[in-house]
């Protein structure tokens, strides 16, 4: 049981990682990026290319995982991938909102060692709850 919760856990955070991948290329597809970027300063750059890259290996990752479940266990297929969509939905959260929540989280010296997909999770349950 302690195992399938694991890898329920890896895969939606997986799932995170791959919608806001997605999320981010659709919505670079429909937006010029430009304005924004001649705003940023070299190192900034740097920040928000290792950032970008990080999400691509998750996305990656999640491919590989969604991969073998969809191989393994067809039937549910759809309806977990459904399910996941809904849990990792981004449309509502902004950089804005979620940086202050990631600062307080990490201000717990216990929640120092949490992996940063963890992280986003507790701001954006933090976010739409409106507890801050």
């Not at 393994?72 to 759809?78: E, K, Q, R, S």
Request: charged share 20%.
């Amino acid at each position: 049981m302690q195992q399938k919760s694991r890898n329920i856990f890896i895969a939606i955070g997986a799932g995170l990682a791959v919608i806001f991948v997605t999320f981010s290329i659709a919505k670079a597809d429909t937006e010029p990026f430009y304005p924004s970027w001649k705003h940023l300063e070299s190192q900034s750059k740097q920040l928000y290319m290792s950032g970008y890259l990080h999400g691509l290996r998750d996305a990656e990752e999640v491919v590989t995982i969604a991969r073998e479940y969809v191989k393994n266990n067809p039937a549910l297929a759809i309806q977990t991938l459904e399910k996941v969509q809904r849990l990792c939905s981004v449309a509502d959260m902004s950089p804005g909102a979620l940086v202050p929540e990631i600062d307080s989280y990490y201000s717990d010296i216990s929640n120092q060692q949490a992996t940063f997909s963890l992280a986003v999770s507790a701001a954006q349950q933090k976010v739409r709850s409106g507890v801050h």
